[in-house]
């Protein structure tokens, strides 16, 4: 009986489902965003996954299916939820409370029906995935071969767990608070704690932790799939053990801990007393008994209705509607989460490594608008629709649609209201990172910036509240217009990966507002303002439209809706309209003109095929001989309020090719950076171009390139002269890619940016593969193999040995700054001239700066340290002066003397990135990174650290330029990475250094594991930053801990004294790795090949650590294990290798090191007795970490002491008095 | 004077609330009676610029009603047939805050013009009390406050009474009546005795139709003498109204009082009865649906 009850219930609540819309548009929506996932390699860009694993790994099928669920969620909560509310919202529940139902009956077989349905959802989404893999434009390449188990995998481990577990909670929620909306701000407040957990276990590296508290396994997967490589992707299904394990088990107990509570806590009579209507508090007893025996007269009022009529009433009308919403529940949920979230992130916003910065007004802004942007979209999107119907669900329209104010006073009324509580949100942001900065005892507040940063970003939620309301307004519908608000946005999103990137249609839209302490917002501002402009009358046009369609009565069909809209086009409406119409097309004309006219609007799409036609036309130059530049003259005027740079200079070119050049390719449109194509175009101007009798070949203004062909040969040995006049004149604004480097104050190019440059440039190649492939180029060209001889004519900078001599001018109140050494400074008129000359050649790399510095000077030795920094960064000068001073004393004590008489450190605006580079003499530093870190007494120095890295760089680049080949940045960052670890060392001790480098090896196993082509070892790395940077200094301190720091110091001196300064063939990395190999013992010669020849791994565990107290007061410590060694190949298939290696064994007490010995392992399990004279606490196999290891943390292990047992002391042999330590 | 002509509205499902309508309001209270479903919350709606008509005209004292809605609402005071309320706040609040959209922006005049009003409608000890907590007939109360802001010249209330117990319903009748004076008052209502006790002139419609209008006194003084009654048993009902014009039956101690309209006594114990407004209407109904083929 009781059964078929229950099955009644569940029956009847699926039946209920499968007749409302929701199901079947969730099910199509959800599974056809799967199916587009899937097909069109969006999941590429979604998920941790690397991007060359196939795009159906089981992982990452796992991963998308969690993914959804968490999507779903909203979906599914409306299920859950309506089946408890269902009955309170359309009063029927004493229909079923009075009929002999029991709560168990009806309550799980609500649940069950629900549950089922979402499952359903789920089934359907996962087809869809499915589904995916086999449309036609399935790129079949990226597909590894079909497998139901992962699909299944996911959704009996991750999707239905997940379900379950959030059903239930968000049951319980709806069962006990009655309410729909609270129900669904827990759903929102939920979507945020998991996103926040996910960002602090990333922020804070508490995998573990964060595996077990984000409830929905995402976090789970990722430390099971942390530092998976892509052959790992492909084969492996992410074990159910582990953390994964533990979170499943302890969400479903909280689950059914969630449902139990909805079970005991719901009763159906206090679920009658607490339904709406019989809540009320009556309060007859107030009421008198009879009317009042005075006759009361009615007060005559007068009703003004002036001019001013309306704006007191929606002025009045806002504040009624601001306030009723900052008095809610919802507000105040949302509001203290929001403030605790921007909190947690101003504190924690630019760290690095764990060394916070000073929390300078642009990042507090920062941390505001970033943390706040999903609360925001949500409150605005959310209270626009509440805001809207309010007066409609409360059932009192009837009574304010018939007051005499016009539809204008509600509709601004509410948008008003909107906008306030976006202002009361980024106000009270603002408040906590001010009690940030003051608490941290920074007080160098910025009031106005903090007041624009202000109007910026509630300008930019005033469109979306406009928008949001104008589509609550058309569709007729509160949910309705929130699902369109969603495809909104979701399409804004769409066409920008579509290539639809123009401002102009992109509601809200605007270029990017950059800003640099330096430079303030400089010349981001106008096209700012002129997009603001433009999208504040396309809102207005908006407003109009919502004030046609507003409804106003009782609510009438589509044709009649027109027909009055038709009839309200008149009077003021109808002038608005038309004003901002009048305005949205004349601003828009405007920002056409500019972007458009003035400057060319190139989305991606055009620049990836820009540079493709740059390839195909011109690649036929890239193995031309070439004149080399020995000699560079310029004059530069920069012009920094017009963004404006003047430059006539020449090359002195010489022929040392050994053969005649006649073909002479120039590219004037300025090199590209690394992200950053063709940043001039359009302002670069080539003015003039001198050289001796020629013939033009090519003449392609389009992608400015010029070829000439000389009349007269260049013979080798001889010279000649290549003059060139160009400019850099900005006129207007870009729709994007502003030019960032010269600008009002903080101006910093380099010669490849403006100066004109020989020969085809491998740079402007298109290095994604896809875009590639989509081009018809054939795979980028790898780095030449080590040994090309024909290579190693070219370094890897692509610049050659010059001098340089530049008279270069600015303004007045700037600072410029050139290669070498100050000859000479004047003033002239409103200019001041600066002539800077090289004594020496050095590598043609050269920057160019001009801004307001402040000079910071001190000498080491003969050499001037100079730091040009902006006024409001004074913190770290000393500290980057003294690592200077200690890094100069430590490559010149034990590598080659420095080559210049002076050093400058040059604060560079932010654009650049968190970021510092090392040319000739000169280091520019980006502002954002050492001048505002902040080093307190525990953090790691990365001050210091930087400081000494790109010192280091004088030494390697700048006098040993590696060839461009195959491991040329083991020369370049490696060395200097090495360098900067013994400088730290130098400075704060091994330990600081072993801190330090645990973030290395986080970075290199994260890194490796998101390799696009294959890992290359060391020796042969091709540019590869976890290489090159984080396995570089792993290796290099290790080998230093094998061979002794001494060793490694000698084989550089030498392998420097070799090379340092040469010209072609330049140096490589066999080179260098012959003096190093030579340095190394023999029984150690393994390490030369584990380290730099091949990708060589460790797995080095402790099982079992015990000691025991020996009569004479020492220990005797156990320690069982196991180290194997591993080979990897580029994709990370991984192979054991026989062991045979030195291997750090190490036991600590109390004080510290009581035991440490490199011993000679040869078998994978390892067990030592060792004896020590303190008490043991932790002893480890390869205990700090100098072999790379995949798993670091489980090398080391506490010591407990060993039960007393008979047998332990009959196995005890006899102690070899000679050493310490023995196997067992 | 409000003047209204040849109204017709049809709802998008075929519904014809309101056929061809044409009336004429004075000034005072006028009553318009109807079953539930007739059409009258239509025609209220639409007087109180919140719907639109398919056709015809209305005027109020020369202002074209459908046409210049702002200028209507100016001038305009309603109370809905069912309304909500901002549960959180107080009643004075709201008041002053309804003050405002009425135009009323002087301070110390809105002032006195809410105070006033609330204890005009008895609500002065509870105006800090939030409506939330209101009771049905204090929340009615609190409607009525609110649609006397300002000083409207058209006042339309839609079944105020329903909901209201007979001592509030009475209280709310009296308060009626004494503003109605001078202005248009148009209140809707199926309660016969709402009409009867106060309304000057009334109106009874029914499907949409105009059925008729008149002065309830004289309306019912035309049937005095032509009404008859008798105390039946329940089962001889049926019997009745097959062969009279029976009015209206009612339950009167587990007995059945039987109504007829006759011109001349019907006899068979049937005494006669004093004609009030509900034999006029139930008559008039009756009429016009036996007309119409629409016997119950």
Redesign the interface.
Not at chain 1, 35 to 50: C, D, I, M, R, W
Not at chain 1, 896 to 920: D, K
Not at chain 1, 1173 to 1198: F, H, K, Q, T
């Given at each position: 009986m009781r059964l078929a009850t229950w099955k009644e219930i569940f029956r009847f609540e699926v039946k209920y489902h499968l007749r409302q819309p929701l199901f079947y548009i969730a099910a199509f929506a959800l599974g056809l965003l799967a199916l587009l996932l899937v097909s069109t390699g969006a999941s590429e860009v979604f998920g941790k996954a690397p991007a060359s694993a196939f795009r159906d790994a089981p992982a990452v099928i796992v991963g998308h299916l969690t993914i959804f669920s968490i999507i779903g969620l909203l979906v599914m909560t409306a299920f859950v939820a309506s089946s408890v509310l269902r009955d309170f919202e359309l009063g029927t529940h004493p229909f079923f409370f009075t009929k002999p139902v029991r709560k168990f009956d009806y309550l799980m077989g609500r649940f069950a029906g629900s549950m089922a349905i979402s499952l359903a959802l789920f089934v359907i989404v996962t087809a869809a995935m499915v589904a995916g893999r086999f449309v036609p434009w399935q790129d079949a390449e990226r597909l590894g071969p079909f497998s139901a188990v992962p699909y299944v995998y996911g959704l009996l481990v991750l999707v239905f767990p997940n379900l379950l577990v959030m059903g239930a909670v968000f049951f319980a929620v709806a069962a006990w608070s009655r309410r729909m909306l609270v129900t669904y701000l827990c759903v929102v407040a939920f979507l945020i704690l998991q996103d926040v957990v996910e960002e602090l276990t990333l922020t804070f590296k508490n995998a573990f932790l964060g595996s077990l508290l984000e409830p929905t396994g995402l976090v789970a997967l990722e430390t099971v799939t942390r530092y998976w490589t892509v052959a790992e992707y492909n084969v492996a299904l992410p074990a159910l053990a582990g953390p994964l394990l533990l979170n499943r088990l302890l969400w479903l107990s909280v689950g059914a801990v969630f449902l139990g509570l909805s079970y005991a806590r719901f009763s159906y009579s206090r679920a009658a007393a607490g339904s709406r209507r019989a809540g009320k508090k009556f309060s007859e007893e107030s009421a008198p008994e009879i009317a009042p025996k005075e006759r009361v007269v009615k007060p005559r009022a007068a009703q003004r209705f002036s001019f001013l009529t309306p704006w007191r009433q929606w002025l009045r009308q806002t504040r009624f509607e601001a306030v009723t919403i900052l008095r809610g529940a919802p507000f105040i949920v949302l509001f203290v989460t929001t403030l605790v979230f921007v909190f947690t992130f101003a504190t924690v916003i630019g760290q690095n490594r764990g060394v916070p910065v000073y929390p300078v007004t642009y990042l507090m802004l920062r941390a505001i608008t970033v943390s706040m942007q999903m609360f925001l979209i949500v409150v605005v999107i959310f209270y626009s629709g509440e805001l809207v119907w309010r007066e409609r669900a409360l059932g009192i329209a009837g009574v304010s649609d018939a007051l005499p104010a016009p539809n204008w006073v509600f509709l601004g009324a509410k948008v008003t209201a909107l906008v306030l509580v976006v202002a009361a949100f980024i106000a009270a942001g603002i408040l906590s990172t001010i009690t940030v900065q003051l608490s941290s005892g920074f007080t160098h507040l910025k009031p106005g910036l903090y007041a624009r940063g202000f109007l910026v970003a509630t300008y930019s939620y005033l469109l979306l509240a406009v928008l949001s309301v104008f589509v609550q307004v058309i569709s007729k519908n509160k949910f309705i217009g929130y699902l369109l608000m969603i495809v909104v946005l979701l399409g804004r999103r769409g066409a920008q990966i579509l290539g639809f990137e123009h401002n102009l249609y992109r509601y809200g839209g605007h270029s990017p507002l950059l800003y640099s302490d330096m430079n303030g917002y400089g010349h981001y501002t106008e096209p700012y303002l002129w997009y603001s402009l433009y999208w504040g009358f396309g809102a207005a046009i908006l407003l109009g439209l919502s004030a046609l369609f507003w409804m106003r009565g009782v609510e009438i069909p589509l044709k009649a809706q027109l027909a009055l809209a038709r009839a309200r086009w008149r009077g003021p409406v109808r002038v608005f309209i038309t004003v901002a119409a009048v305005g949205f097309v004349s601003t828009g004309a405007y920002v056409y003109y500019n972007t458009n006219i003035l400057n060319e609007y190139l989305p991606r799409a055009e620049r990836v095929r820009r540079r493709a036609d740059y390839e195909r036309k011109y690649r036929e130059y890239r193995d031309e001989p070439l004149p080399r530049i020995t000699a560079v003259r310029s004059e530069i005027d920069i012009y920094p309020d017009e963004r404006r740079v003047e430059i006539r200079g020449s090359y002195r070119l010489e022929n040392m090719a050994g053969e005649p050049i006649r073909t002479l390719p120039i590219s004037t449109v300025g090199r590209s950076d690394q992200h950053d194509y063709l940043p001039f175009r359009g302002t670069l101007r080539l003015n003039d171009l001198d050289l001796p009798g020629h013939r033009v070949v090519v003449s392609d203004d389009d992608l400015g390139v010029y070829v000439y062909e000389l009349e007269e040969a260049l013979m080798p040995g001889a010279s000649m002269e290549l003059g060139f006049d160009v400019s850099v004149v900005s006129r207007g604004f870009k729709n994007h890619g502003m030019d960032q480097r010269i600008v009002g104050n903080g101006t910093f190019f380099a010669n490849k940016n403006l100066f004109p440059s020989l020969g085809y440039s491998r740079a402007n190649e298109l290095p994604s593969p896809r875009d590639r492939r989509r081009q018809g180029l054939p795979p980028v060209e790898r780095t030449a193999a080590v040994d090309d001889d024909a290579a190693r004519d070219r370094n890897y900078l692509d610049a050659d040995w010059t001098t340089y001599e530049t008279t270069i001018s600015t303004s007045l109140d700037q600072i410029a700054i050139a290669p070498g050494y100050v000859e000479d400074e004047w003033s002239e008129g409103d200019r001041r001239y600066y002539r800077y000359k090289t004594d020496a050649p050095v590598v043609n790399l050269a920057v160019f700066m001009s801004a307001d510095y402040q000079v910071a000077r001190d000498s080491w030795n003969d050499v001037a340290i100079e730091v040009y920094y902006h006024a409001d960064h004074p913190f770290n000068i000393e500290r980057l002066i003294e690592a200077t001073k200690i890094s100069l004393d430590y490559f010149t004590a034990h590598f080659t003397p420095y080559q210049h008489r002076q050093l400058r450190i040059v604060e560079v605006p932010n654009y650049i990135g968190l970021t510092a580079f090392s040319l000739a003499s000169t280091i520019p530093f980006s502002e954002s990174y050492g001048f505002i870190l902040k080093v307190r007494r525990r953090d790691i120095d990365m001050v210091s650290y930087v400081t000494a890295h790109e010192v280091a760089h004088q030494w390697w680049n700048h006098q040993v330029i590696p060839a461009d080949v195959q491991g040329a940045t083991l020369i370049s960052e490696t060395l200097s990475q090495y360098s900067a670890l013994m400088v730290m060392e130098k400075m704060s001790g091994a330990a600081e250094v072993r801190h330090f480098l645990e973030f290395e090896l986080d970075q290199y196993l994260d890194g490796r594991s998101r390799e696009q082509v294959a890992e290359m070892p060391l020796l042969l790395v091709e540019n590869q930053p976890y290489i090159h940077y984080n396995r570089g200094a792993l290796i290099m301190y290790a080998l230093k801990d094998y061979v002794g720091e001494e060793a490694i110091n000698r084989a550089l001196r030498r392998f420097l004294e070799a090379t340092a300064f040469q010209g072609p063939p330049y140096a490589n990395s066999l080179q260098l790795l012959d003096y190093l190999r030579e340095e190394v013992p023999a029984e150690m010669q393994y390490l030369i090949e584990d380290m730099f020849e091949t990708i060589t791994l460790f797995d080095g565990r402790v099982t079992e650590a015990r000691y025991r107290r020996l009569d004479d007061g020492t220990y005797r410590v156990t320690l069982r294990g196991t180290a194997r060694k591993l080979r990897a190949d580029g994709q990370g298939m991984e192979t054991e290798i026989p062991i045979a290696d030195w291997i750090d064994v190490g036991v600590f007490g109390e004080e510290g090191v009581l035991f440490l010995e490199k011993l000679r392992i040869t078998k994978p399990d390892v067990c030592f007795e060792v004896l020590v004279d303190g008490l043991p606490m932790e002893a480890g196999i390869d205990p700090y970490n100098m072999l790379i290891d995949r798993v670091a943390n489980d090398n080391r292990m506490s010591v407990s002491e060993m039960p007393d047992s008979g047998e332990a002391q009959r196995s005890r042999s006899e102690p070899d008095l000679n050493r310490r330590i023995s196997p067992c | 004077m409000l003047t209204i002509q040849n109204l017709s509205k049809t709802y998008?499902n075929g519904v014809q609330a309101l056929q061809d309508v044409s009336l004429e309001i004075p000034k005072g209270m006028f009553g318009l009676l109807g079953p539930n479903g007739a059409g009258k919350s239509t025609l209220m709606?639409t007087i109180?610029?919140?719907?639109?008509s398919d056709t015809g005209t209305m005027f109020l004292n020369g202002l074209d009603v459908l046409g210049e809605k702002?200028e209507v609402?100016?001038l305009?005071g309603?109370?809905?047939?069912?309304?909500?309320?901002?549960?959180?706040?107080s009643a004075e609040a709201m008041l002053d805050?309804?003050?405002?959209?009425?135009?009323?922006?002087?301070g110390k005049?809105?002032k006195?013009?809410v105070?006033?009003?609330l204890?005009?409608t008895?609500l002065w000890?509870?105006r800090k009390?939030r409506l939330?907590?209101?009771?049905g007939?204090?929340q009615q109360r609190f409607?009525i406050a609110?649609a006397?802001?300002?000083?409207p010249k058209l006042i339309i209330v839609d079944e105020p009474t329903a909901g209201l117990d007979p001592e509030e319903r009475q209280?709310f009748l009296?308060l009626l009546s004494?503003?109605g004076e001078g202005v248009v008052v148009i209140l809707s209502t199926h309660i016969v005795d709402d009409v009867g006790e106060i309304c000057s002139r009334m109106a009874i419609i029914d499907t949409g139709r105009l059925l008729l209008t008149g002065d309830p006194r004289d309306l019912s003084a035309d049937l005095a003498g032509k009404i008859w009654k008798k105390m039946v048993d329940k089962d001889e009902v049926d019997s009745y109204q097959r062969s009279m014009a029976v009015i209206s039956t009612r339950l009167f101690a587990g007995r059945t009082v039987v109504r007829v309209h006759s011109e001349v006594s019907p006899g068979d114990g049937f005494e006669l009865a004093a004609a009030d407004l509900e034999d006029v209407y139930f008559m008039t109904l009756r009429e016009t649906r036996e007309a119409g083929g629409l016997v119950n």
């Amino acid at each position: 009986m009781r059964l078929a009850t229950w099955k009644e219930i569940f029956r009847f609540e699926v039946k209920y489902h499968l007749r409302q819309p929701l199901f079947y548009i969730a099910a199509f929506a959800l599974g056809l965003l799967a199916l587009l996932l899937v097909s069109t390699g969006a999941s590429e860009v979604f998920g941790k996954a690397p991007a060359s694993a196939f795009r159906d790994a089981p992982a990452v099928i796992v991963g998308h299916l969690t993914i959804f669920s968490i999507i779903g969620l909203l979906v599914m909560t409306a299920f859950v939820a309506s089946s408890v509310l269902r009955d309170f919202e359309l009063g029927t529940h004493p229909f079923f409370f009075t009929k002999p139902v029991r709560k168990f009956d009806y309550l799980m077989g609500r649940f069950a029906g629900s549950m089922a349905i979402s499952l359903a959802l789920f089934v359907i989404v996962t087809a869809a995935m499915v589904a995916g893999r086999f449309v036609p434009w399935q790129d079949a390449e990226r597909l590894g071969p079909f497998s139901a188990v992962p699909y299944v995998y996911g959704l009996l481990v991750l999707v239905f767990p997940n379900l379950l577990v959030m059903g239930a909670v968000f049951f319980a929620v709806a069962a006990w608070s009655r309410r729909m909306l609270v129900t669904y701000l827990c759903v929102v407040a939920f979507l945020i704690l998991q996103d926040v957990v996910e960002e602090l276990t990333l922020t804070f590296k508490n995998a573990f932790l964060g595996s077990l508290l984000e409830p929905t396994g995402l976090v789970a997967l990722e430390t099971v799939t942390r530092y998976w490589t892509v052959a790992e992707y492909n084969v492996a299904l992410p074990a159910l053990a582990g953390p994964l394990l533990l979170n499943r088990l302890l969400w479903l107990s909280v689950g059914a801990v969630f449902l139990g509570l909805s079970y005991a806590r719901f009763s159906y009579s206090r679920a009658a007393a607490g339904s709406r209507r019989a809540g009320k508090k009556f309060s007859e007893e107030s009421a008198p008994e009879i009317a009042p025996k005075e006759r009361v007269v009615k007060p005559r009022a007068a009703q003004r209705f002036s001019f001013l009529t309306p704006w007191r009433q929606w002025l009045r009308q806002t504040r009624f509607e601001a306030v009723t919403i900052l008095r809610g529940a919802p507000f105040i949920v949302l509001f203290v989460t929001t403030l605790v979230f921007v909190f947690t992130f101003a504190t924690v916003i630019g760290q690095n490594r764990g060394v916070p910065v000073y929390p300078v007004t642009y990042l507090m802004l920062r941390a505001i608008t970033v943390s706040m942007q999903m609360f925001l979209i949500v409150v605005v999107i959310f209270y626009s629709g509440e805001l809207v119907w309010r007066e409609r669900a409360l059932g009192i329209a009837g009574v304010s649609d018939a007051l005499p104010a016009p539809n204008w006073v509600f509709l601004g009324a509410k948008v008003t209201a909107l906008v306030l509580v976006v202002a009361a949100f980024i106000a009270a942001g603002i408040l906590s990172t001010i009690t940030v900065q003051l608490s941290s005892g920074f007080t160098h507040l910025k009031p106005g910036l903090y007041a624009r940063g202000f109007l910026v970003a509630t300008y930019s939620y005033l469109l979306l509240a406009v928008l949001s309301v104008f589509v609550q307004v058309i569709s007729k519908n509160k949910f309705i217009g929130y699902l369109l608000m969603i495809v909104v946005l979701l399409g804004r999103r769409g066409a920008q990966i579509l290539g639809f990137e123009h401002n102009l249609y992109r509601y809200g839209g605007h270029s990017p507002l950059l800003y640099s302490d330096m430079n303030g917002y400089g010349h981001y501002t106008e096209p700012y303002l002129w997009y603001s402009l433009y999208w504040g009358f396309g809102a207005a046009i908006l407003l109009g439209l919502s004030a046609l369609f507003w409804m106003r009565g009782v609510e009438i069909p589509l044709k009649a809706q027109l027909a009055l809209a038709r009839a309200r086009w008149r009077g003021p409406v109808r002038v608005f309209i038309t004003v901002a119409a009048v305005g949205f097309v004349s601003t828009g004309a405007y920002v056409y003109y500019n972007t458009n006219i003035l400057n060319e609007y190139l989305p991606r799409a055009e620049r990836v095929r820009r540079r493709a036609d740059y390839e195909r036309k011109y690649r036929e130059y890239r193995d031309e001989p070439l004149p080399r530049i020995t000699a560079v003259r310029s004059e530069i005027d920069i012009y920094p309020d017009e963004r404006r740079v003047e430059i006539r200079g020449s090359y002195r070119l010489e022929n040392m090719a050994g053969e005649p050049i006649r073909t002479l390719p120039i590219s004037t449109v300025g090199r590209s950076d690394q992200h950053d194509y063709l940043p001039f175009r359009g302002t670069l101007r080539l003015n003039d171009l001198d050289l001796p009798g020629h013939r033009v070949v090519v003449s392609d203004d389009d992608l400015g390139v010029y070829v000439y062909e000389l009349e007269e040969a260049l013979m080798p040995g001889a010279s000649m002269e290549l003059g060139f006049d160009v400019s850099v004149v900005s006129r207007g604004f870009k729709n994007h890619g502003m030019d960032q480097r010269i600008v009002g104050n903080g101006t910093f190019f380099a010669n490849k940016n403006l100066f004109p440059s020989l020969g085809y440039s491998r740079a402007n190649e298109l290095p994604s593969p896809r875009d590639r492939r989509r081009q018809g180029l054939p795979p980028v060209e790898r780095t030449a193999a080590v040994d090309d001889d024909a290579a190693r004519d070219r370094n890897y900078l692509d610049a050659d040995w010059t001098t340089y001599e530049t008279t270069i001018s600015t303004s007045l109140d700037q600072i410029a700054i050139a290669p070498g050494y100050v000859e000479d400074e004047w003033s002239e008129g409103d200019r001041r001239y600066y002539r800077y000359k090289t004594d020496a050649p050095v590598v043609n790399l050269a920057v160019f700066m001009s801004a307001d510095y402040q000079v910071a000077r001190d000498s080491w030795n003969d050499v001037a340290i100079e730091v040009y920094y902006h006024a409001d960064h004074p913190f770290n000068i000393e500290r980057l002066i003294e690592a200077t001073k200690i890094s100069l004393d430590y490559f010149t004590a034990h590598f080659t003397p420095y080559q210049h008489r002076q050093l400058r450190i040059v604060e560079v605006p932010n654009y650049i990135g968190l970021t510092a580079f090392s040319l000739a003499s000169t280091i520019p530093f980006s502002e954002s990174y050492g001048f505002i870190l902040k080093v307190r007494r525990r953090d790691i120095d990365m001050v210091s650290y930087v400081t000494a890295h790109e010192v280091a760089h004088q030494w390697w680049n700048h006098q040993v330029i590696p060839a461009d080949v195959q491991g040329a940045t083991l020369i370049s960052e490696t060395l200097s990475q090495y360098s900067a670890l013994m400088v730290m060392e130098k400075m704060s001790g091994a330990a600081e250094v072993r801190h330090f480098l645990e973030f290395e090896l986080d970075q290199y196993l994260d890194g490796r594991s998101r390799e696009q082509v294959a890992e290359m070892p060391l020796l042969l790395v091709e540019n590869q930053p976890y290489i090159h940077y984080n396995r570089g200094a792993l290796i290099m301190y290790a080998l230093k801990d094998y061979v002794g720091e001494e060793a490694i110091n000698r084989a550089l001196r030498r392998f420097l004294e070799a090379t340092a300064f040469q010209g072609p063939p330049y140096a490589n990395s066999l080179q260098l790795l012959d003096y190093l190999r030579e340095e190394v013992p023999a029984e150690m010669q393994y390490l030369i090949e584990d380290m730099f020849e091949t990708i060589t791994l460790f797995d080095g565990r402790v099982t079992e650590a015990r000691y025991r107290r020996l009569d004479d007061g020492t220990y005797r410590v156990t320690l069982r294990g196991t180290a194997r060694k591993l080979r990897a190949d580029g994709q990370g298939m991984e192979t054991e290798i026989p062991i045979a290696d030195w291997i750090d064994v190490g036991v600590f007490g109390e004080e510290g090191v009581l035991f440490l010995e490199k011993l000679r392992i040869t078998k994978p399990d390892v067990c030592f007795e060792v004896l020590v004279d303190g008490l043991p606490m932790e002893a480890g196999i390869d205990p700090y970490n100098m072999l790379i290891d995949r798993v670091a943390n489980d090398n080391r292990m506490s010591v407990s002491e060993m039960p007393d047992s008979g047998e332990a002391q009959r196995s005890r042999s006899e102690p070899d008095l000679n050493r310490r330590i023995s196997p067992c | 004077m409000l003047t209204i002509q040849n109204l017709s509205k049809t709802y998008a499902n075929g519904v014809q609330a309101l056929q061809d309508v044409s009336l004429e309001i004075p000034k005072g209270m006028f009553g318009l009676l109807g079953p539930n479903g007739a059409g009258k919350s239509t025609l209220m709606r639409t007087i109180a610029t919140l719907q639109e008509s398919d056709t015809g005209t209305m005027f109020l004292n020369g202002l074209d009603v459908l046409g210049e809605k702002e200028e209507v609402r100016k001038l305009l005071g309603y109370l809905p047939q069912e309304f909500g309320v901002y549960p959180r706040v107080s009643a004075e609040a709201m008041l002053d805050h309804f003050a405002i959209l009425k135009g009323i922006t002087n301070g110390k005049e809105r002032k006195e013009t809410v105070d006033g009003l609330l204890r005009m409608t008895n609500l002065w000890d509870v105006r800090k009390q939030r409506l939330g907590t209101f009771s049905g007939g204090m929340q009615q109360r609190f409607g009525i406050a609110q649609a006397l802001l300002g000083q409207p010249k058209l006042i339309i209330v839609d079944e105020p009474t329903a909901g209201l117990d007979p001592e509030e319903r009475q209280r709310f009748l009296n308060l009626l009546s004494e503003i109605g004076e001078g202005v248009v008052v148009i209140l809707s209502t199926h309660i016969v005795d709402d009409v009867g006790e106060i309304c000057s002139r009334m109106a009874i419609i029914d499907t949409g139709r105009l059925l008729l209008t008149g002065d309830p006194r004289d309306l019912s003084a035309d049937l005095a003498g032509k009404i008859w009654k008798k105390m039946v048993d329940k089962d001889e009902v049926d019997s009745y109204q097959r062969s009279m014009a029976v009015i209206s039956t009612r339950l009167f101690a587990g007995r059945t009082v039987v109504r007829v309209h006759s011109e001349v006594s019907p006899g068979d114990g049937f005494e006669l009865a004093a004609a009030d407004l509900e034999d006029v209407y139930f008559m008039t109904l009756r009429e016009t649906r036996e007309a119409g083929g629409l016997v119950n």
